[in-house]
């Protein structure tokens, strides 16, 4: 009575194991094949690239990239970026984007850091002005300037410029890699044409002076200028400098007309009018 038990009891056994097994093998057999990945072709630093170097045919390497996340600027020809310069550091195996590098024809150096429609002027600094040689390249400051002018009788210092973008401290072009501080005698700024007329009119007016500013700051509001008898109290802070007094010039007095007339018997003749 047992050994029936125990037969009937592996036959059930046997049969849902088959049944499971071949439940198992059918969706197995359904399942998709895998998808392929499709890959793309860019070209990447072949070793670690500082800012300022030229690329070569040795410097550069193709890379694969997944083709369902295109990178927008990339390369997939490394004869195209032969001869460009390197803008920011690059690490091995990072594919190289068109903003990491000067602009085609633009040239090398300083030249081919500054955007079109900017420009780049030097302004001469010392240790104090340049906030003691913290001003590395990509720092933000303001620019003041002190002169005597004929609308004012005494000295006055007013912002010519509000958060610009320093490009180079002497002739550095990157910061320290390690912070430390530069002292350079001449700023570079990232300005727009009509920015740089303010700074060239302003260096020769006065002392030029830089006020650094946080980063993150972009923010910029009208300042009035301050005059010297207001470090004392003496005077209110004014509006902005005074206009010259321009005096209109009183109009021109013409005599009054006259006219003749000819009086010939009973006959009159007028002769119009005379000045």
Known sequence: MNSKRIAIALTLALAVSGLCTWTIARRVERRPAPETVAYIKYAAPSRPLQAGEILKSDSVELVSWPASNPLAGA?????????????FPLAKGQPIVDRDLSAPGSGTGLAAKIPDGMRAIALRSDEVVGVAGFL?????????????????????????????????????VEPDPDGKPTNATVVTLLLTPEQAQRAVLASVQGAIHFVLRNGADTGS???????????????????????????????????????????????????????
């Open 136 to 172: 590395v390249p990509g720092s933000h400051l303001d620019v003041l300037v002190t002169y005597r002018s004929d609308r004012s009788p005494e000295p006055l210092t007013t912002t010519v410029l509000q958060n610009a973008v320093v490009l180079a401290a002497g002739q550095r």
């Open 75 to 87: 390369f997939t020809r490394a004869t195209e970026l032969a001869g460009r310069e390197v803008l």
């Open 221 to 275: 509001r009208p300042e009035p200028p301050l005059l010297l008898s207001q470090l004392s109290g003496e005077a209110p802070a004014p509006a902005h400098v005074p206009e010259p007094t321009v005096v209109s010039p009183a109009p021109a007095v013409h005599p009054k007309p006259y006219e003749i007339e000819t009086v010939l018997g009973a006959s009159r003749t007028n002769g119009g009018p005379k000045q």
